[in-house]
């Protein structure tokens, strides 16, 4: 079954950019559509965005102009990245398995991984 | 600010049901399908229900969803301690074009 698995550098500090890789396993990464979505320290859930297996991207228009979302197919691998990032992007950061307008949910979860904007 | 609202808290003692609720507005719950999911303390959420009230594969049929106009509903029978967790409903809102999350209900067993 499809496994996912985050990664990143866990600190980061404030204006630069966060990079982040989901690994995908176990499926196809091009059949899928793939989501970020993040959770900051004992917070709910925040929707980041969502890649689709047409190559299209959709994002939440509160982190639009900071985000940019991409897969690299021969690596099976996701990738967001957030620039200008400030405390307020310190945050557990989870990649999901998508459907189309969320029709059916985000069904499979990475364990997430946990990034901290600090100088 | 979540744009669905969600009680912060329930509670409910072993055996008993509890019923979590999500309400929201026509361009999200009331066009679009719910989904909630679990997240146990210290793991990634878990999709509990997808498409207003069915369960994937492996949920017990304890929890049960549905969807009336603008809210929806997480029901949970048979209370049990393995049953406290965080519960979000989710779903598409056209006027964002993204999704939504609730706030979140913490649930305790008492």
């Known amino acids: 079954q499809v496994q996912l698995q985050e990664s990143g550098p866990g600190l980061v500090k404030p204006s630069e950019t966060l990079s982040l890789t989901c690994t995908v396993s176990g499926g196809s990464i091009s059949s899928y559509h793939w989501s970020w979505i993040r959770q900051p320290p004992g917070k709910g859930l925040e929707w980041i965005g969502c890649?689709?297996?047409?190559?299209?991207?959709n994002y939440n228009p509160s982190l639009k102009s900071r985000i940019t979302m991409s897969v690299d197919t021969s690596k099976s691998q996701l990738s967001l990245k957030l620039s200008s990032v400030a405390a307020a992007d310190t945050a557990v950061y989870y990649c999901a398995r998508a459907s189309s307008r969320d029709y059916y949910g985000m069904d499979v979860w990475g364990h997430g991984t946990t990034v901290t904007v600090s100088s | 600010q979540s744009v669905l609202t969600q009680a912060p808290s329930a509670s409910g003692t072993p055996g008993q049901r509890v019923t979590i609720s999500c309400s929201g507005s026509?361009?999200?719950?009331?066009?679009?399908?719910v989904n909630w999911y679990q997240q146990l303390p210290g793991t990634a959420p878990k999709l509990l229900i997808y498409t207003n009230n069915q369960r994937p594969s492996g949920v017990p049929d304890r929890f049960s969803g549905s969807k009336s106009g603008t809210s929806a509903s997480l029901a949970i029978s048979g209370l049990q301690s393995g049953d406290e967790a965080d519960y979000y409903c989710?779903?598409?809102?056209?006027?964002?074009?993204?999704?939504?999350f609730g706030g979140g209900t913490k649930l305790s067993v008492l």
């Open positions: 026509s361009s999200n719950i009331g066009s679009n399908t």
């Open positions: 890649f689709y297996y047409s190559g299209s991207t």
């Open positions: 989710a779903t598409w809102d056209d006027s964002l074009n993204g999704v939504v």
